[in-house]
């Protein structure tokens, strides 16, 4: 049974960031930037993410860096659009535009294992609380939600 050190979990989101000066758009959320620092710092890291079919080249973002990564199909991904009101950034206005399909037991491997289950969520329902509560019974849970 492969065994991690860190489970990351949460949806990857097509960010686009509109400032005084650009839009950009990006590949971003939980799930992406911390299970790659995790990763990075040579820890057993492995990401799940939930997006749309159509989406899946995104994953790509993962590839890159090394760090593993499984996905299931959702009928959306999760798209957040940031406007930056000032050039510092510090200002902004977040608009989930859409969302992917919140998680449930049958998105976990069941022949895998970790350490530590890190929930990075991104917008609310991503967890509902039976999952939650499911996966306290898997072992630790790490909870960051934005």
Same mark, same amino acid.
């Given at each position: 049974?492969?065994? +991690?050190?860190?489970? &990351?979990?949460?949806? &990857?989101? *097509?960010?686009?960031?509109?400032?005084?000066?650009? /839009?950009?758009? %990006?590949?971003?959320?939980? &799930?992406?930037?911390? %299970?790659?620092?995790?990763?990075?710092?040579? =820890?057993?890291? !492995?990401? !799940? $993410? *939930?997006?749309?079919?159509?989406?899946?080249?995104? !994953? #790509?973002?993962?590839?890159?860096?090394?760090?593993?990564?499984?996905?299931?199909?959702? %009928?959306?991904? /999760?798209?957040?659009?940031?406007? +930056?009101? /000032?050039?510092?950034? #510090?200002?902004?206005?977040?608009?989930?535009?859409?969302? =992917?399909?919140?998680?449930?037991? /049958?998105?976990?491997?069941?022949? $895998? #294992? =970790?350490?530590? +289950?890190?929930?990075?969520?991104?917008?609310?329902?991503?967890?509902?609380?039976?999952?939650? #509560?499911?996966?306290? *019974?898997?072992?630790? !849970? =790490? &909870?960051?939600?934005?």
């Amino acid at each position: 049974m492969p065994s +991690y050190e860190v489970m &990351v979990l949460g949806h &990857v989101s *097509k960010d686009i960031n509109i400032t005084p000066e650009d /839009t950009e758009h %990006s590949i971003g959320g939980a &799930v992406v930037y911390s %299970s790659i620092a995790i990763y990075r710092q040579g =820890a057993r890291v !492995l990401a !799940l $993410t *939930k997006l749309h079919p159509d989406d899946f080249p995104a !994953l #790509e973002i993962f590839g890159r860096f090394g760090t593993p990564v499984l996905h299931r199909p959702s %009928s959306r991904t /999760t798209s957040i659009r940031n406007t +930056y009101l /000032t050039a510092d950034r #510090e200002q902004r206005r977040c608009e989930a535009l859409s969302m =992917a399909a919140p998680f449930d037991e /049958t998105d976990l491997p069941d022949d $895998t #294992e =970790a350490s530590i +289950y890190y929930l990075g969520g991104l917008i609310r329902g991503e967890f509902p609380e039976a999952f939650i #509560e499911a996966m306290s *019974k898997r072992g630790p !849970l =790490a &909870v960051d939600v934005q």
